[in-house]
Structure formats: C-alpha cells, structure tokens
C-alpha cells in the first residue's frame, strides 16, 4: 500500500541556505515593538539529516496501519526530494491515494493571506500597528476596533471569537447535522465575521493568543480593502503564481478539480461511519482555509518565502516574531506562522484542517529542509470527559514520520507503544 520516489531539485541546498534571513535590529531593539522576535537562524544539529527513502515509507506505512485512511507526504533536504503514499481514497473501493493528490490544506492558506498582508504593509498601504478601525471601520468598531491592530489579527491575539460555530451550529453538540445539511450552502463571509466580532471577546486584546479562524477572515477583508481587489485574485497572482506553484487555488465550487482523495471526518467519534467532505463549498473558510494545494506545492511555496521570493528580509523577520501558543510545548505563533520545537531544531509552517483532511507543513528557517503531509481522516481521536481529544496511535505515527522527514533517524513506532499528542494540535477550535 506505500509508494514513494526521490526527485533531485534543481536549486542547490547552498543557494537556499545563502539566502537565509534573519530580525532586523531595529525590530529587536525597539521594546514598544511588540512580542519578542524570534530567531530566524536555529542552532545547525550535530547531525545532518538525510532522506532516507525505506523510514520514510515505513513511518507512512505505520500511519496507515495505525488506523489512517489515507495519506501523502512530500520530503526534501537540500537539493534531494521524496514524495510517497499509501492507504486509500476511498476506503470502500479501495481506490488507492497517491502522490501528488490535491488536498484541501485548511489553514496553511492563512500563511497565504499574511504574506499577501506584508507586501501590502512593503507597499506603505497600511502597519502592522495600525488600528483595523482605520482601515474597516463597518468591520470592527467602537472600543474594539481602536483597540485591535493588524498584528494581533495575524499572531491571534485579538480576542475575537471563532466563527465556525456560527457557521455550523451543531458542533457546539459535536454532531454532523449541520454539516450534512450546509455542505454545499454558499456563506457571507461579511455575516460570519460580524456575529463573531460582536461576540464577546474570548480574551481581552493583545493579553495571549487564542486562535480564531475569523482573525484570518478579516485578513482577507483588510486586503481586499488596502489591494482595491478580490483577495483570491491578489493572492493568486502575487503569492500562488510568483512561488511557482502549478496545483494550488482557490476553489471555484464545491468539489475540487482535479484527482483528489475522499476527505472522511468522525467528528470524535460521532459521525459514523465517517463522512466524506471531500465535496464541500469552502465559503466559510476563505481566507482562512479554503485553498486547495498538494504536498509538494506547499513544501515549494514555503520555500519560496523563507528565501526572500515572495517578501523582505524585514518583512519575513516581522511573520517570524512570535507569541507563546496556549498549551506551550515549544509551540509559538507568528504572523501567519506557526514554530516548533523538534528534537533537531525549531521549524516553521503551519498546521491545517478542514472537515475530513488534515495538513502539517514544516520548514526549516533556510528554507533547506521540509516536510508536508496531507491526511484523509480527521477527528479519529476519543475525547476525555473533559472534551479533550485523547492521543490515538495515529498520532505517535504521524509523529514519527514528521520528525524522520526533518530530524532523520527517527523509528517506526510499535504497535503497542503508549499514543501521544502531536506537538502541535490542530489549530481549530472545534478540535
């Protein structure tokens, strides 16, 4: 059920690594500037990682046999990239998946949406400081409005509540009914971001971060505001399109275009069997979540921005200046970034989850060495009586083919080794 294959890059690992970036000074010296910035450089580990082709299939492997459906993964050091696969599309065809699947990648498209921000604030159109009343007055207002920057829209620290309750009112009940029923119904963004931002506010502003899909949907309106056009258009042209990306959009319907695999959601447990959401109108995500990728395109547009292709040098110092996450673990949030802490260094990318997939995508600061997975089963998890989910051999798997494909070296978990969460959780709140 695994597949794989090497492909030699052509770019060299000493170019990307020549173009590394780092905080400017006045960012770090300047104590009014906001959160500490974090380092763009990581220490270089003792040992260099290689690509090792039969780990990196036995760690899919073991995923697939842990209970996922489903699963593709793209795998690069330095000039040497791995794709494989294995499990199935469709668990009762057995119609299998493979690499180079498109995949809804759910808030990956956040780093999108930010790197389109940071062009605009290189163009002078707005700060990061600024208030978003200043610029969506109708959006965000009052109090609130002055108060909330474009910053703390990006790190998520803002306070505003999360609109996906709104959206589908029964995963307040964790039940699939709403799910079911507005699959394929077409939502404002404007009506969604309003009900939450007049929602009580989860956190008061700039006091930690608290992760809210709606912060990255008002990014989408701020950009459209300060561009003078449809955000999808602008990030198409000056993200997708500028980091030579062949397979990522956003969608223009329901169902995605294009060989793809069934996108099963349990819902911890209550949708059962699992549904598949692979056709599914993305209205309610947008700027947020709505793109449609493959694990290489996003390997390749990280690196892209890592390696100066698509923002400055202070601009990309800007997205890597961090607040901790909740929870900790070596987790921190940027602008539209997210870092962790592995045991071969600090990463940088962003997790995504739309209902039934899954995607984690890491990238070493450089630029030289990145993973991204894309799974078809999501919310496989237990939750504790505390509505927690509780950590499934799946976990430990993922785990352990994430870390092959960065840190090398890592085994193929035991069948009977005790779970554990993955260091960084799905970044939803319904999760």
């Known amino acids: 059920m695994g597949a794989g294959r090497f492909r030699r890059l052509a770019t060299a690992a000493a170019l990307l690594a020549s173009l590394a970036l780092a905080p400017s000074a006045a960012s770090a010296q300047n104590p009014e500037a906001g959160p500490e910035p974090a380092p763009a450089f990581e220490a270089v580990p003792q040992r260099v990682p290689v690509l090792d082709a039969a780990r990196l299939r036995a760690t899919l492997n073991a995923t697939r046999a842990a209970g996922m459906y489903g699963l593709y993964s793209t795998a690069r050091v330095g000039d040497q990239e791995w794709d494989g696969a294995s499990g199935v599309a469709d668990p009762r065809t057995r119609r299998p998946v493979t690499p180079g699947m498109l995949h809804r990648v759910g808030a990956v498209t956040a780093t999108f949406t930010a790197t389109a921000l940071m062009q605009q604030v290189e163009r002078g159109r707005l700060r990061l400081d600024d208030p978003i009343a200043a610029h969506l007055p109708n959006v965000i207002y009052g109090e609130r409005g002055r108060q909330i920057t474009v910053r703390m829209l990006l790190n998520h620290t803002s306070g505003v509540a999360d609109h996906l309750t709104t959206a589908f009112p029964s995963l307040a ?39 809210s899909g709606t912060n990255d949907l008002i990014a989408g309106l701020l950009l ?208």
């Open 173 to 211: 009940e964790r039940s699939p009914r709403s799910l079911d029923e507005g699959r394929l119904r077409r939502q404002p963004v404007r009506t969604l971001v309003s009900e939450a931002v007049n929602s009580p506010l989860v956190t008061p502003p700039d006091s930690g971060p608290s992760y």
């Open 224 to 431: 459209e505001k300060v561009s003078g056009e449809r955000a999808e258009d602008y990030i198409t042209r000056n993200v997708i399109r500028r980091a030579g990306l062949r397979a990522t959009a956003f969608p223009t319907g329901p169902e995605i275009k294009g060989p793809h695999s069934g996108m099963y959601e349990s819902l911890h447990r209550r949708a059962r069997p699992p549904r598949d959401y692979s056709t599914f109108d993305m209205s309610y995500a947008w700027t947020a979540g709505a793109l449609v990728s493959t694990t290489d395109d996003v390997t390749r547009f990280y690196r892209a921005l890592f390696t100066g292709g698509l923002v400055t040098p202070a601009s990309l110092a800007e997205m890597r200046r961090t607040v901790p996450a909740p929870g900790g673990r070596g987790v921190r949030y940027g602008l539209g970034l997210v870092s962790m802490d592995l045991p071969c260094g600090t990463f940088w990318g962003h997790d995504g989850a739309v209902f039934g997939a899954g995607t984690r995508a890491l990238t070493s600061a450089d630029g030289t060495r990145q993973i991204a997975v894309g799974w078809n089963l999501t919310k496989y998890q237990r939750l504790d009586a505390a509505g927690r989910p509780i950590a499934h051999p799946i976990d430990n798997a993922l785990r352990a083919h994430v870390e092959q494909g960065l840190c090398g070296g890592a085994e193929t978990p035991a069948a009977d080794a005790p779970a554990q969460p993955l260091p960084l959780e799905y970044l939803t709140p319904d999760s």
